[in-house]
Nanobody, 124 residues
Framework: QVQLVESGGGLVQAGGSLRLSCAVS????????MGWFRQAPGKEREFVAG????????DYADSVKGRFTISRDRAKNTLYLQMNSLKPEDTAVYHC?????????????????WGQGTQVTVSS
């Protein structure tokens, strides 16, 4: 059983930065493609960023390109999301997700495991 636990959320002013972490336990972290998704109140869960299991290639939603960076530390079994130049529209609950031995997918239904989420609030 894979367990994902997010941390690092909080309240920040527009233009500020946050780094989210996702600690992964239970199975081999290196065999999972990982993703970050977010869900704002009244909206569907949307793809933010993904990192491939095989070569750490990355993909980003257009809305965060150039501002957010996804990375992983295989030695620490931890996924990160560095978020810079935050905007009020980035406010949401951010979830990490994992899918084994497959490529990055931008739809939530393709991921097998999910964390509980961490709240990010950006004030204007």
């Amino acid at each position: 059983q894979v367990q994902l636990v997010e941390s690092g959320g909080g309240l920040v002013q527009a233009g500020g930065s946050l780094r989210l972490s996702c600690a992964v336990s239970g199975r081999t972290f290196s065999s999972y493609t990982m993703g970050w998704f977010r869900q704002a109140p009244g909206k569907e869960r949307e793809f933010v960023a993904g990192i491939s299991w095989i070569n750490d290639s990355t993909d980003y939603a257009d809305s965060v390109k150039g501002r957010f960076t996804i990375s992983r530390d295989r030695a620490k079994n931890t996924l990160y999301l560095q978020m810079n130049s935050l905007k009020p529209e980035d406010t949401a609950v951010y979830h990490c997700a994992a899918r084994p031995f497959l490529g990055i997918l931008i739809v939530p239904t393709g991921y097998n495991y999910w964390g509980q989420g961490t709240q990010v609030t950006v004030s204007s």
